[in-house]
């Protein structure tokens, strides 16, 4: 293990025994790269974790909560969403998301008998919904650090199976995003060489989010490897039910 990787586990660590100490922190757990045995985490992977509170809004009005973990120096809170952004000492980057501790324990305790009972479709199709982004979520790599409940692995039964692969994309499909992104490369220098620089960052940002979903049918282990590196980790049942991109997390998170 390089210096690096060594590092992210220590920082690892360190979220646990910050976590453990908590009352209100329940679960914690890791997604993406450091949670998966294929395409797993490298020197430049970042460090995906999600917990689950009974006070996520302590955890969404301040940011001072992150130096109780190690010492910070930047926080890129996410415009959107719930996700803070950011660099430890030493500049280990990773992705902390309160999730509602409520949401866990209300699917864990009624869903096993609602799906036994007829229930209007506009009363479980939202609950579906929900439940297929908390599945797609975990799919992509899930590890569990800390259970005090021991309701992780329970709720994790009750996700559906999201495991089918993506189709690959036509030729003419695959040509265009190749070509859109040559174009946005050459487009972006030139008005970088005219110091247009802030007005670049923002369409950086846009032309990203068409290029990644022009990219998310790319071929079927391509595209798996895409969704699992480059689409924004997403907080258990975050709300939404649909992708993020990079710098992007849930626009709210609410309870089912």
């Given amino acids: 293990m390089n210096d690096t990787l060594a590092a992210m586990k220590g920082l690892e660590d360190r979220v646990v025994d910050w976590a453990r100490a908590k009352d209100d922190i329940r679960i914690v ?3 993406g790269s450091w949670a998966r045995a294929d395409h797993p985490a490298d020197e430049w992977s970042d460090l995906d974790i999600g917990f689950t509170t009974m006070d996520p809004k302590r955890y969404l009005t301040s940011d001072a909560w992150l130096g ?18 950011v660099l430890f000492k030493g500049g280990l980057d990773a992705g902390l998301a309160p999730i509602p501790h409520s949401s866990v324990k209300l699917a864990v305790r009624y869903l096993p008998a609602l799906r036994r009972m007829p229930v209007p479709g ?38 559906p199976d999201v495991s089918a692969k993506p ?22 220098a030139k008005h970088l060489r005219r110091g247009e ?32 590196r480059h689409v924004a980790e997403r907080p258990l049942l975050g709300g939404v039910g649909r992708p993020t991109r990079p710098g992007r997390s849930p626009r709210n998170i609410r309870p089912l």
């Fill in 167 to 188: 189709s690959a994309p036509s030729e003419t499909q695959y040509a265009n995003a190749v070509k859109q992104f040559w174009f946005e490369a050459v487009w972006t």
């Fill in 29 to 31: 757990l890791i997604v």
């Fill in 68 to 85: 109780e973990i190690d010492d910070v120096w930047l926080v890129y809170p996410d415009p959107v969403g719930v996700s803070r952004h």
């Fill in 122 to 159: 506009a009363l479980r199709n939202p609950i579906e919904r929900e439940l297929a982004s908390a599945a797609e979520y975990v799919g992509r790599g899930v590890r569990v650090l800390l259970d005090k409940d021991g309701l992780a692995e329970r709720f994790f039964s009750l996700l």
């Fill in 197 to 228: 620089l802030w007005r670049e960052v923002r369409r950086a940002r846009w032309s990203h989010e068409r290029t990644a979903t022009a990219h998310d049918g790319v071929a079927h282990a391509g595209a798996a490897r895409l969704r699992g």
